[in-house]
C-alpha cells in the first residue's frame, strides 16, 4: 500500500563502489505528481543513492547519486513505466570499478537492458557511492519524506554489497512466448556486509541470506498478495476511465469508489472469452440509498465512454452486458430481467461465477446463490443469466446509479483481501489458484494469468 515502508540501517559495506539489486515491482498508481521510491540508502539530502519512479506524472524510471551535496551519478530513462497490471524486474549492476563510463551503472528492465536516458551522467571511475556505515536502507520511501512513497507490490528484494552478480542468475527468457521469467532460486555466494533478500515468499521481512540483515516496517501495513510474477490477479483497471468524472482507486486498484460526478466505477483488466471464472466483490458503501450496479461487460463496452449505471443507460444496447442492480435483478443488454437473483446492499459480498464454456453467469451473496442457481450445471444452466454471444472478452465493470451519488467497492479476484482487510476464512478452492471467502464452485477459479492459462 503507498503508507507502507521498510527500513534498516546499515552497517559498513563491503563496498562503495559495487552493488546489484534485483527487484520485481507491480505499480498501482500512474501519472503520480509526487516520486514513487522503490530502494534508497539515505542520510541526508547531500548524501544518498535512490532508485525511483519520477514524479509529475512522468513515470521513468531513475537512480540518482549524491555524495557530499554533488550529483556523481544519474541515470533517468526515457521508457515510461505506466502499465499498473505488470510485473516489471528491475535489476541494476552498479560497478565504478569500470574503465567505460557506461559500464559503470548498467540498468534492465524484464531482461532488455536500457539504453535510451533522458539523463546519463556517469560516477567518475572509483568513485564511492552515496551510501555508508550509519545511513538508514528504506524500501518503498525516500528518506524523511512521505509523500513520495511506492504504491504498489515488491517481490524478491535483493540486494548484493560489494559485487556484480549477472542478471542470468534471477531471470530468463521463455523460449516459446519471449516472455521474461522469475528465476527464484539465483546463485549468490556471498551477499556481502548489508546484503539482503527479502520479500520471496509472502510479505517477510525477514532475511532470507544468510546475513540475517532483517528489516521492520517502519510505516504502514505490509500485506500478503497471492498477485506475484509468476501469476498475475486481475484488478480494477485505473488507465480505462473517463477523462473528467474518474472514479478513485486504491489498495493495488481493487477498492473503487465512484465520482460524485460520473456512473463509472473502472472495468477489470483481465477479460476472458472461454473458461469458468469466479470472483467477489463488497459492496462497501453508498452516498444514497439504492446505488449498487454491478456488471458483466463485453471489452466494447467496458472501456473508457461506458456508463456502468442502470441497465437501461448502458452505452449501445447491441453491447453485450449482464448488469446486477441492488434490486435483485440481473439485466441482459438493455433488455428485460433474467431473474431475481436476492437484492443486496452494504456491507454483502456479492459472488460472480462466468462460465464461458456455456455463455452463462450465476450471481449471489454471502455465500448463498441467488435464484436457486448452480454454476455447476454445465449447459443446463440451473438458475443462470444466460451472456449474450460474442466475440469479444468479458470483463467486471462496477458503476453507480446516479451521477451525484457514490458506490464503493472492494474486489477479491483472489487476493484473499477486501480492501486492506483480510477475508474472514478461507473457502475451499479445489484449483488452488486464489484465495476467497467463500467456496469457488467446482471448475471455476481465479481470473488470473494462470487461470486464463489452465
Not at 33 to 45: F, L, P, R, V
Not at 106 to 129: H, M, R
Not at 310 to 330: R, T
Not at 398 to 410: F, I, K, M, P, Q
Amino acid at each position: 500500500m503507498a503508507s507502507t515502508y521498510l527500513q534498516r540501517t546499515m552497517g559498513t559495506p563491503t563496498s562503495r563502489k559495487k552493488f546489484t539489486i534485483s527487484v520485481w515491482v507491480k505499480k498501482s498508481k500512474v501519472g503520480s505528481s509526487n516520486a514513487q521510491h522503490i530502494w534508497n540508502g539515505y542520510y541526508s539530502t547531500d548524501n544518498r543513492l535512490v532508485i525511483y519512479f519520477q514524479a509529475s506524472g512522468a513515470d521513468t524510471l531513475g537512480l540518482y547519486n549524491v555524495v557530499g551535496g554533488s550529483a556523481t551519478g544519474f541515470l533517468l530513462t526515457n521508457r515510461k513505466f505506466r502499465d499498473p497490471n505488470a510485473w516489471y524486474h528491475i535489476y541494476y549492476a552498479v560497478d565504478t570499478t569500470q574503465s567505460t563510463a557506461s559500464d559503470r551503472i548498467k540498468l534492465y528492465v524484464n531482461g532488455v537492458q536500457e539504453t535510451s536516458f533522458s539523463n546519463d551522467t556517469y560516477p567518475s571511475q572509483n568513485a564511492d557511492l552515496g551510501y555508508a556505515n550509519g545511513y538508514t536502507n528504506y524500501i518503498g520511501k525516500y528518506g524523511g519524506d512521505t509523500s513520495s512513497q511506492f504504491d504498489g507490490a515488491m517481490s524478491h528484494f535483493y540486494y548484493v554489497d560489494g559485487s556484480v552478480i549477472d542478471i542470468a542468475q534471477f531471470g530468463s527468457t521463455d523460449s516459446t512466448t519471449g516472455e521474461w521469467k522469475i528465476n527464484t532460486s539465483p546463485t549468490i555466494s556471498s551477499y556481502g556486509t548489508n546484503g539482503f533478500l527479502i520479500l520471496k515468499d509472502g510479505n517477510t521481512v525477514t532475511d532470507q541470506s544468510p546475513n540475517s540483515n532483517n528489516f521492520t516496517v517502519g510505516g504502514g501495513t505490509l500485506t500478503k498478495t497471492e498477485d506475484n510474477p509468476s501469476n498475475v490477479f486481475a484488478t480494477m483497471n485505473p488507465l480505462n476511465v473517463p477523462t473528467s468524472n474518474a472514479p478513485t482507486f486504491s489498495n493495488g486498484n481493487t477498492k473503487v469508489v465512484t465520482s460524485t460526478g460520473g456512473n463509472f466505477g473502472g472495468s477489470s483488466n483481465l477479460g476472458a472469452s472461454s473458461g469458468k471464472y469466479y470472483f467477489e466483490i463488497k459492496f462497501t458503501a453508498e452516498s444514497s440509498s439504492n446505488m449498487g450496479n454491478i456488471s458483466l461487460s463485453s471489452s466494447s463496452n467496458a472501456r473508457e465512454s461506458a456508463r456502468t449505471n442502470q441497465h437501461s443507460n448502458q452505452v449501445g444496447a447491441s453491447f453485450p452486458n449482464l448488469c446486477y442492480e441492488y434490486d435483485g435483478n440481473v439485466y441482459k443488454d438493455s433488455g428485460g430481467s433474467q431473474g431475481s437473483f436476492g437484492t443486496y446492499g452494504t456491507g454483502d459480498i456479492i459472488m460472480i461465477a462466468m462460465d464461458l464454456d456455456n455463455q452463462k453467469a450465476y450471481f449471489g451473496k454471502n455465500g448463498t446463490w441467488g435464484n436457486s442457481g448452480d454454476p455447476t450445471s454445465g449447459s443446463t444452466g440451473t438458475g443462470a443469466a444466460t451472456l449474450s454471444a460474442n466475440s469479444d472478452f468479458w470483463h467486471l465493470a462496477l458503476g453507480d446509479r446516479n451521477s451525484s451519488a457514490t458506490a464503493t467497492y472492494e474486489v477479491n479476484f483472489g487476493n484473499g483481501y477486501f480492501g486492506s482487510t483480510q477475508i474472514s476464512s478461507a473457502g475451499t478452492n479445489a484449483s488452488g489458484n486464489g484465495i476467497f471467502e467463500y467456496d469457488v464452485p467446482t471448475g471455476y477459479t481465479a481470473l488470473s494469468t494462470k487461470g486464463l492459462n489452465l
